[in-house]
């Protein structure tokens, strides 16, 4: 069992910083792999950012590139999505998911996820 709790959205101006918390718990095995995804209305849940939590690996989205960093504090527990120069396309419902399988930024390849947390960019 993992769970997942996020924290940290609202409402930011365009070109804005934001940093996103997921506090997890639970099977360390079953959250070996950790991201970031987003989803608005109308559109399918994506993949912004991912990491191995027991190594160096990191994948990020070609959108978020350059903006957006995905760390981890592995004495806390906790994953991290820091966010710089915001775009109102970043708005959306950021969830934090952890998985066991390897670093992907798919939503399928993930079995537990947080209840989210609203982010939402305005000009």
């Known amino acids: 069992q993992v769970h997942l709790v996020e924290s940290g959205g609202g409402p930011v101006l365009a070109g804005g910083s934001l940093r996103l918390s997921c506090a997890a718990s639970?099977?360390?095995?079953?959250?070996?792999?950790m991201g970031w995804f987003r989803q608005v209305p109308g559109k399918e849940r994506e993949g912004v950012a991912v990491?191995?939590?027991?190594?160096?690996?990191?994948a990020h989205a070609d959108s978020v590139k350059g903006r957006f960093t995905i760390s981890q504090d592995n004495a806390k527990n906790t994953l991290y999505l820091q966010m710089t120069s915001l775009k109102p396309e970043d708005t959306g419902i950021y969830y934090c998911?952890?998985?066991?399988?390897?670093?992907?930024?798919?939503?399928?390849?993930?079995?537990?996820w947080g209840q989210g947390t609203q982010v939402t960019v305005s000009s």
């Open positions: 998911a952890a998985g066991s399988r390897f670093l992907s930024l798919v939503t399928r390849d993930y079995n537990y």
């Open positions: 639970g099977s360390t095995y079953s959250r070996a792999y």
């Open positions: 990491i191995y939590t027991s190594g160096t690996s990191a």
